[in-house]
C-alpha cells in the first residue's frame, strides 16, 4: 500500500506529518510523493490564514484526482475549526481533527474495511491532553530536526484563530522530549530545533504563575537538552514577546549549544494596534529583548512576522511598523496581510483596511525588511560564524547551510569530493562578501 502526504503550516505541522510517516512505515505502508499515485493521500491542514484553508481544499480535490479510488485523509487545524464544511467536500473519507492524529492508521484501517466516512473532531474543551503523534527517528533534511515539547496557546491574540484550532495549553513530558532528542543525534542530526504552538508556555500548564517563574519554562528544556553528549547544536523555532520579557531571555544566553538566532513575532511596531491586538507588550519592552539579545552578539540574528492592514491601522502605525523594521535589522520578516478568521475578535472590529491598502502596504514592508536584511548581512562580513553545511550545488560550485544566527551561508568548493567533506558538518566560516540571499564565505 502507498500513502502520499502534504502538509500545509508550521513546523508542528511538519514535525506531526513525519510522526505520521513513521507510524505507517511500521505498519509496511511505503511512502510516496504529494503528486504520485497513491492509496492513500493525507493532507494536514492550517488555517491561520484564508488562504492556507484555500490550499488545503485545492490539494484535496488535486489528489482525489490522480487517484479517484484512493482513501483521502483531511486532518489538522483546518478540520478542527470547520469540521463540517470539511466533512462536505466531495472525496473526503476520513477527518480528524487536532489531537486525534495519532490513531489515523487505525482510522484508515477502519475504513478500507467499512467504506464509511470517518469523522473524529473532539470539542474545544476536550482538547486538554497532550498527544503523542509518536517519537520521530528521521526527517527530509540530514542535518536539521524539529522536536515538538508543546501544545495549545491561551494567548487569544484578537486576530488567531489557532487557540481554537489546538486548545489550551499542554506540555509534553520532559522525558518523551530528550529521549526523541537522542535518537536524532545518535542518528547524525546535527541541529534540533525546538518548536511548539507557543514554545514558551512550555510548562505554564503543570503550574500556577508564581510557580512558573521560578522553574523558567522552556528554559527546563534547553538546559537538559545542552548538557546532552554529541556534537550539534539547539535552535529554538520560535518565542513570543507576550511570554517572555529581556530578563528571560538572558537566562538562555548561557547555554552554549543554543543557536545566536531567535524567530520574535513582533505583529505590529505600533502600540496602539499591539493593544488592539491583545499583545502584551508595547515597542519599547520588544526593543529591550533585542538590546538584549545584541548586546550578547552584535551578530544575534532576529526573525519576526508582520501583520499589515489590522482593522484600525492608520499610515501613522504602519509607518511604527516600518520604522522598526529599520531600526531592529531583522534577518528576515515574513509579512501577512490581515486575514479574517470568523470567531476572533479582531472580525467584529470596525475599520477593516481594504485589500488594495493591504496590498500596498505589503509590498512596501517586504522592500523595507529586505533593505534591513541587506543591512544586517553587511554588518557581518569580516566575521567568523558556525555554519552547519547541509547541500551541495554543482551549478555555482558551492555548499551551502546556515550560520549560527540563521545567515545561509556559501562555500566555494572544488567539486563533489570537497563538497562531501563539508557536509553535514559544522564549520568556522569567515563571511567575505554578499551573495545571492546570503553570504558566500570560507572555512578559517
Request: proline share 2%.
Amino acid at each position: 500500500m502507498k500513502v502520499a502526504f502534504y502538509t500545509l503550516g508550521c513546523k508542528v505541522n511538519q514535525y506531526e506529518t513525519q510522526a505520521l510517516k513513521e507510524k505507517f512505515i511500521d505498519l509496511n505502508y511505503q511512502i510516496v510523493g504529494e503528486q504520485d499515485y497513491a492509496d492513500v493521500y493525507v493532507i494536514n491542514t492550517c488555517t491561520v490564514t484564508n488562504l492556507a484553508e484555500r490550499k488545503s481544499r485545492q490539494y484535496i480535490r488535486r489528489m482525489k484526482r490522480i487517484n479517484p479510488n484512493s482513501v483521502m485523509a483531511v486532518m489538522g487545524c483546518y478540520v478542527q475549526v470547520n469540521p463540517q464544511g470539511v466533512k462536505a467536500i466531495d472525496g473526503v473519507d476520513i477527518i480528524v481533527g487536532t489531537n486525534e492524529k495519532s490513531r489515523l492508521p487505525e482510522y484508515v484501517e477502519s475504513f478500507m474495511k467499512e467504506r464509511m466516512q470517518i469523522c473524529h473532531v473532539l470539542k474545544y474543551e476536550d482538547l486538554d491532553i497532550y498527544e503523542e503523534t509518536g517519537t520521530i527517528t528521521s526527517m527530509e533534511s540530514r542535518t536539521r530536526a524539529y522536536i515538538k515539547v508543546q501544545e495549545g496557546c491561551n494567548q487569544f491574540c484578537s486576530y488567531c484563530i489557532i487557540p481554537y484550532a489546538r486548545g489550551g495549553i499542554r506540555s509534553r513530558d520532559k522525558e518523551e522530549i530528550l529521549n526523541e532528542a537522542k535518537k536524532l543525534i545518535g542518528q547524525g542530526f546535527k541541529e534540533l530545533v525546538i518548536t511548539g504552538i507557543n514554545t514558551a508556555l512550555y510548562g505554564r500548564d503543570q503550574l500556577d504563575s508564581n510557580q512558573f517563574e521560578e522553574v523558567n519554562g522552556i528554559e527546563v528544556i534547553v538546559k537538559q537538552l545542552n548538557e546532552l553528549s554529541g556534537d550539534f547544536r539547539i535552535r529554538l523555532g520560535s518565542l513570543e514577546p507576550t511570554v517572555i520579557n529581556a530578563s528571560y531571555v538572558k537566562r538562555l544566553l548561557k547555554y552554549e549549544k543554543l543557536c545566536h538566532h531567535m524567530h520574535l513575532s513582533l505583529q505590529s511596531g505600533s502600540d496602539r494596534i499591539l493593544a488592539l491586538m491583545n499583545r502584551h507588550y508595547n515597542r519599547e519592552g520588544y526593543k529591550e529583548i533585542v538590546k538584549a539579545l545584541r548586546d550578547f552578539d552584535p551578530g544575534y540574528g532576529l526573525t519576526t512576522d508582520i501583520i499589515v492592514g489590522f482593522p484600525g491601522e492608520r499610515e501613522t502605525d504602519f509607518q511604527d511598523s516600518v520604522e522598526m523594521v529599520k531600526e531592529i535589522r531583522f534577518n528576515k520578516i515574513h509579512v501577512f496581510p490581515y486575514s479574517i478568521r470568523q470567531g476572533t475578535k479582531a472580525a467584529e472590529m470596525g475599520e477593516q483596511i481594504s485589500a488594495g491598502v493591504k496590498k500596498a502596504r505589503s509590498i512596501l514592508l517586504t522592500k523595507a525588511g529586505e533593505n534591513a536584511s541587506g543591512e544586517f548581512l553587511k554588518s557581518g562580513i569580516g566575521s567568523i560564524r558556525q555554519v552547519l553545511y547541509e547541500e551541495y550545488h554543482e551549478k555555482d560550485g558551492t555548499v551551502s547551510g546556515y550560520s549560527d544566527n540563521y545567515i545561509k551561508v556559501y562555500h566555494p568548493v572544488s567539486g563533489p569530493k570537497e563538497a562531501e567533506t563539508l557536509l553535514n558538518r559544522f564549520v568556522e566560516t569567515e563571511f567575505q562578501m554578499i551573495y545571492k540571499e546570503g553570504i558566500k564565505g570560507v572555512g578559517h
